[in-house]
């Protein structure tokens, strides 16, 4: 995790440390875009913590509150169809029990109330179960007040101009040499991201496939338009830059995401199929070799975020966007909204509003 390392080694200490007593809350509070999430991840999978807990279970709190807990039970005992179909109150009662005498550690990505903690929190059994840790994340600062009893809160602050670079540069080139009339202009555009590594990443997405110094140039200028003491609306206005300069296929593909609920994983075959169905791929043989192409178009711009992908690597099985992402697809499908917006003989943004109907529901 590029820049984030002594962030990274406090959390794995805080999360390992020994401790007596009742489960330690954990908050990681900082704003949308900052890697709060990215790095809750990077400690859930560190071997130290596999080792360490006897259960690990995570959840996104965007859900309702049964979704929450079954995404915990998922992790802690084995499901079948019945469990589904029980009412939040058993289901409660089941996760407290799976957990009853075990090390476990529970992650709650993107709390946003006191009163969805409280909600949760209840829970988790706190006798028989000294170094278990529960893990939240949070853009608010009372929620991670309120929560952190034991002044264990990580702020995530924003990168320096060095580890901004670092992480342009290997989201931009990866493994290529880097020519010095790039870098010059490339450290430009980082600095201008503020250290916000969403923003740096979704910009550094944009010119990976450009080699033309004319093109960094003209999206280095337009970052530097974007002048504003706001942190996420500088976040909204490169991400609106990055959206403009996908091709119209693109583009289209990106908004269907904004017919699904946030922050759930999308079995790519359904996406596949849904951008088929409505006709948004141009071609008229291989449609779903297209549509491949486009997803990971979109993930190489860093723009779609892989979930997981095939045994051997090869092919994405299920993703989702970053939920800031996510937002400015709701906020483009909604700008045309009441519109008819014909497109490539395609009815673009009015099938979208049409299909978000149905997918408010999915789930």
């Not at 859930?44 to 279970?57: C, G």
């Not at 840790?133 to 002044?151: F, K």
């Not at 555009?189 to 590594?197: S, V």
């Not at 990106?254 to 141009?282: C, N, Q, T, Y």
Request: hydrophobic share 40%; net charge negative; proline share 2%.
């Amino acid at each position: 995790m590029v820049g984030r390392d002594d962030q990274k080694e406090r959390l794995l200490e805080d999360l390992t440390v020994s401790y007596s007593g009742e489960p330690k809350v954990i908050p990681i509070v900082g704003m949308g875009g900052i890697g709060k999430t990215t790095l809750a991840k990077e400690v859930y999978n560190h071997e130290s913590i596999l080792r360490r807990f006897d259960v690990r279970a995570w959840a996104t709190i965007s859900q309702q509150h049964n979704e929450i807990l079954l995404s915990l039970l998922q992790s802690t005992i084995k499901m079948d169809g019945t469990v589904k179909k029980k009412g939040e109150a058993e289901l409660a009662d089941m996760l407290q029990k799976s957990l009853k005498r075990k090390r476990y550690l529970i992650v709650l990505d993107d709390i946003w109330s006191c009163e969805v903690w409280d909600g949760v929190r209840r829970c988790f059994p706190t006798e028989d179960n000294a170094g278990s840790r529960i893990l939240l994340t949070t853009r608010n600062d009372e929620v991670a007040c309120y929560a952190d009893t034991e002044n264990l809160s990580l702020r995530m602050s924003f990168m320096d101009q060095d580890k901004s670079w670092s992480l342009f540069k290997s989201a931009a080139f990866a493994n290529e040499a880097l020519p010095s009339e790039f870098e010059t202009v490339g450290k430009q555009i980082a600095e201008k991201c503020h250290g916000l590594p969403l923003t740096i990443v979704v910009v550094a997405g944009l010119l990976k496939s450009k080699r033309a110094i004319a093109d960094w140039e003209n999206v280095a200028k337009d970052v530097k338009s974007f002048v504003t003491n706001d942190p996420d609306e500088q976040c909204s206005r490169v991400l609106g830059l990055s959206y403009n300069h996908l091709t119209s296929d693109l583009k289209t593909c990106l908004l269907h995401f904004g017919i699904f609920p946030e922050d759930i994983d999308i079995p790519v075959k359904r996406l596949v199929r849904s951008w088929m169905a409505e006709g948004f791929l141009k071609l008229e043989n291989d449609l779903e070799g297209e549509a491949e192409k486009c997803l990971q178009e979109l993930v190489d711009r860093c723009l779609v975020l892989v979930c997981k992908k095939s045994l051997d690597g090869t092919k994405i099985r299920s993703c989702k966007v970053h939920d800031l992402i996510h937002d400015m697809c709701v906020r483009e499908i909604q700008r045309f909204k009441g519109e008819t917006f014909v497109q490539n003989s395609n009815l673009f943004v009015f099938q979208l509003l049409f299909l978000s109907n149905y997918a408010k529901s999915w789930t």
